[in-house]
């Protein structure tokens, strides 16, 4: 057992952590009850971005080993990335009253405070986890994102950096922030079925309308979910100078192209149903089902490759498309609401 944890630990540290929770999960099969291995399968969710996988597995250690100074460390972090932010601040409080002479946890409640832009709080608590560890390259790491950060947001008034706080708080724009960090990390990467499923599983814990995941012969090396794709990113952000009236443009030309793609494929196949009726249940949308209701117009149990030419077109649709729930507002057109606040 111990050399499989060697290798789970050797894999999170050359950045393959999505390898090391699928061994991590194996050997918790042997024995469930190990606090440890729990923590560490926490650990390892967090780096590859699960992080609402990593908080059950963190929050499982914590009730095996309570009161665990790491285990809190990393509970109240992930806790803070998923939004739970008082609650997060207080884990790592609590870990640092469980053990006073961890640099880390300072460090951690700091960044948790500047990621608000709360700067002389964060600055208090940096300070004291400098004082511990004054050379430590994690603790030199993030004063100097701090200063940057801190330095950036100078030039807005407080009633700005308030508002800004508000809008980071708000719940819509952090479960965008997950699903994009999530869809960037496993975009272009080949997935094993345990990490397919695991990927799927915290996409619908975000919120995000999940692919092809379900049916076996959908876990293939191209797994998708229906969030914006690390292509559509790229060709959005904004270059410098570019308005957003242009950006618009770029939108509707978008949105047109693809409804003609959808007309003519449901033209071939004879589909009893229309282009309106996509966008009607797109607009309409509650839950990740609604997606799988537009592919499975246009499946017609062909290979994986007809199966990705369909989802990538349905995808393109469900981001270009208005939404209700969006207000009225296509994904992408939150994402450029986002830049330009």
Same mark, same amino acid.
């Given at each position: 057992? +111990?050399?499989?944890?060697?290798?789970?630990?050797?894999?999170?540290?050359?950045?393959?952590?999505? /390898?090391? $929770? /699928? *061994? *991590?999960? +194996?050997?918790?099969?042997?024995?469930?009850?190990?606090? %440890?291995?729990?923590?560490?399968?926490?650990?390892?969710? #967090?780096?590859? $971005?699960?992080?609402?996988?990593?908080?059950?597995?963190?929050?499982?250690?914590?009730?095996?080993?309570?009161?665990?100074?790491?285990?809190?460390?990393?509970?109240?972090?992930?806790?803070? #990335?998923?939004?739970?932010?008082? =609650?997060?601040?207080?884990?790592?409080?609590?870990?640092?009253?469980?053990?006073?002479?961890?640099?880390?946890? %300072?460090?951690?409640?700091?960044?948790?405070?500047?990621?608000?832009?709360?700067?002389?709080?964060?600055?208090?608590?940096?300070?004291?986890?400098?004082?511990?560890?004054?050379?430590?390259?994690?603790?030199?790491?993030?004063?100097?994102?701090?200063? !940057?950060?801190?330095?950036?947001?100078?030039? %807005?008034?407080?009633?700005?950096?308030?508002?800004?706080?508000?809008?980071?708080?708000?719940?819509?724009?952090?479960?965008?922030?997950?699903?994009? #960090?999530?869809?960037? %990390?496993?975009?272009?990467?080949?997935?094993?079925?345990?990490?397919?499923? =695991?990927?799927?599983?915290?996409?619908?814990?975000?919120?995000?309308?999940?692919?092809?995941?379900?049916?076996?012969?959908?876990?293939?090396?191209?797994?998708?979910?229906?969030?914006?794709?690390?292509?559509?990113?790229?060709?959005? $952000?904004?270059?410098?100078?570019?308005?957003?009236?242009?950006?618009? !443009?770029?939108?509707?030309?978008?949105?047109?192209? *693809?409804?003609? =793609?959808?007309?003519?494929?449901?033209?071939?196949?004879?589909?009893?149903?229309?282009? =309106?009726?996509?966008?009607?249940?797109?607009?309409?949308?509650?839950?990740? +089902?609604?997606?799988?209701?537009? $592919?499975?117009?246009?499946?017609?149990?062909?290979?994986?490759?007809?199966?990705?030419?369909?989802?990538? *077109?349905?995808?393109?649709?469900?981001?270009?498309?208005?939404?209700?729930?969006?207000?009225?507002?296509?994904?992408?057109?939150?994402?450029? !609401?986002?830049?330009?606040?």
């Amino acid at each position: 057992m +111990d050399e499989r944890i060697k290798k789970a630990d050797d894999l999170m540290r050359q950045g393959k952590s999505s /390898s090391a $929770v /699928s *061994i *991590i999960k +194996d050997i918790l099969k042997e024995t469930p009850e190990d606090p %440890y291995l729990h923590y560490l399968l926490g650990i390892a969710r #967090m780096k590859c $971005v699960r992080f609402f996988l990593a908080k059950r597995a963190l929050e499982k250690a914590d009730q095996l080993l309570p009161n665990h100074a790491e285990n809190l460390r990393s509970l109240g972090w992930v806790k803070v #990335m998923l939004g739970q932010v008082e =609650e997060g601040r207080d884990d790592l409080r609590k870990a640092i009253s469980l053990d006073l002479m961890n640099h880390l946890s %300072y460090i951690d409640l700091a960044m948790s405070y500047f990621h608000y832009f709360d700067f002389k709080e964060g600055t208090e608590w940096l300070e004291r986890g400098r004082a511990l560890a004054p050379k430590d390259p994690y603790v030199l790491t993030n004063i100097k994102t701090a200063k !940057e950060m801190e330095k950036e947001f100078l030039k %807005y008034s407080d009633k700005e950096i308030q508002k800004m706080k508000e809008e980071k708080l708000d719940p819509q724009a952090q479960r965008f922030f997950r699903i994009s #960090m999530l869809q960037k %990390y496993y975009t272009g990467k080949p997935l094993t079925q345990d990490e397919a499923k =695991e990927v799927q599983e915290e996409a619908q814990l975000n919120g995000a309308p999940t692919s092809i995941t379900r049916a076996e012969r959908r876990v293939k090396m191209n797994e998708r979910s229906s969030t914006i794709t690390e292509k559509q990113e790229r060709e959005f $952000v904004r270059p410098r100078g570019k308005s957003k009236s242009l950006k618009m !443009e770029e939108i509707l030309k978008k949105r047109k192209g *693809i409804e003609k =793609e959808l007309s003519q494929m449901l033209k071939e196949i004879n589909s009893p149903f229309d282009i =309106e009726h996509i966008k009607d249940v797109i607009y309409h949308e509650e839950d990740s +089902d609604d997606l799988m209701k537009i $592919v499975s117009i246009f499946d017609r149990g062909g290979g994986a490759e007809e199966l990705n030419q369909i989802l990538e *077109i349905v995808n393109d649709a469900w981001n270009y498309f208005p939404h209700k729930s969006l207000n009225g507002l296509c994904p992408m057109e939150k994402i450029l !609401e986002y830049q330009e606040k």
